[in-house]
């Protein structure tokens, strides 16, 4: 079953860093935001990763609990997590259940080579469970600031 903005999120499970469950319904009551990203310790994923570091404050005082999902594994996972001091935990899809859910399994083609692989991506769901915005093939500068904007007026509406 795959995603769809204004209903609600199909049902899945998956673990996080920290031992966290993460379903659909864990976190009804607040907003809720799955980004998605290539590869732990890459220059663009290691970027975004510190721009949601950077705003998590604000997106928790705004009501919501960020989520960065790739298909590395927790090893990988709980390093990057460390090495950044990341205040968020990751979900570790390797079986990528939740990014063909989301739909973001995209043919790339890298160096000369077509290979599969996870286009850059980030979901908004608010505190109902509802999908209510996406963002999907995005560039990393001023994506977050965008993201914080869009829970903000998020909140506002409630």
């Not at 590395?72 to 205040?87: A, I, V």
Request: positive net charge; proline residues 4%; hydrophobic residues 40%.
């Amino acid at each position: 079953m795959a995603v769809v903005v204004n209903k609600p999120l199909p049902e899945f499970e998956a673990i996080a860093t920290g031992g966290v469950q993460v379903t659909n319904t864990s976190h009804n009551g607040q907003a809720l935001i799955l980004y998605f990203y290539p590869k732990d310790n890459t220059p663009g994923c290691t970027t975004e990763a510190m721009q949601f570091r950077d705003k998590y404050k604000n997106f928790v005082k705004a009501g919501a609990v960020v989520f960065g999902v790739s298909r590395d594994n927790m090893k990988s996972h709980e390093g990057f997590q460390e090495k950044l001091e990341l205040p968020f935990e990751l979900i570790a899809d390797t079986e990528e259940k939740m990014c063909h859910m989301f739909g973001v399994v995209k043919n790339k083609i890298m160096y000369g080579k077509k290979v599969k692989g996870i286009e850059r991506s980030t979901f908004l769901v608010n505190a109902d469970g509802i999908l209510v915005q996406e963002w999907r093939g995005l560039k990393v500068p001023g994506h977050v600031e965008e993201v914080l904007k869009a829970v903000k007026l998020l909140k506002k509406a409630a």
